[in-house]
């Protein structure tokens, strides 16, 4: 009985190295390749990134060209549109200065000619406030005219009618005189 002891427990053991054997050979083996993988995905990655960073850079310095080419170009733009934009003052104020040439005579006879009108207006106007006070004051006249008028024919009628009663009371004092 001591041999069924000893025996399945050594069988045991030979297939456990056996089994152990060749799971570390293949787990080693396993593990080398994975870091071999491991390295390769690292310099896979590591060139990737290099290459992204170089692209990156290429775009970087393609998008600072452009730039660069868009700002010139807007420069060289704006500085058209200035001289344009100069050119054009200068044809304006070329055009209003003979236009002025032109014109400043005469716009200096209208305006002495204004000054003048200003000048006659300004008299006519004295004339009618001297002839609108003069109208006011003969109609003030010629309204205390007509009343002095019937104030005077009220008084000659009075006065006429006094002498008729003077006459008539003489004739009655006369005749009262023949009478008696």
């Not at 992204?52 to 290429?58: F, G, I, P």
């Not at 200065?97 to 006659?120: F, G, H, S, Y």
């Amino acid at each position: 009985m001591k041999k069924v002891y000893v025996i399945p427990p050594v069988v045991g053991l030979l297939v456990f190295i056996a089994f152990y054997w060749n799971f570390a050979q293949g787990a080693a083996m396993r593990a080398h390749e994975q870091e071999l993988r491991d390295a390769e995905e690292h310099k896979a990655r590591l060139i990737a990134q290099a290459e992204a960073r170089k692209k990156a850079v290429e775009d970087a310095i393609a998008a600072q060209a452009k730039r660069a080419a868009e700002r010139a170009a807007a420069e060289k733009k704006k500085e058209e549109e200035d001289a344009a934009r100069q050119a054009l003052m200068d044809k304006r104020n070329q055009a209003f200065e003979d236009v002025n040439k032109r014109l400043r005579p005469q716009v200096d006879r209208l305006k002495t000619d204004a000054e003048d009108i200003k000048a006659d207006i300004a008299q006519l106007e004295l004339q009618k406030k001297q002839y609108v006070d003069e109208e006011s004051f003969l109609r003030t006249f010629v309204t205390k005219a007509q009343e002095n008028v019937k104030t005077y024919q009220d008084m000659l009628a009075r006065i006429a009618a006094a002498d008729k009663a003077h006459a008539e009371a003489e004739a009655a004092a006369a005749k009262a005189k023949k009478n008696s």
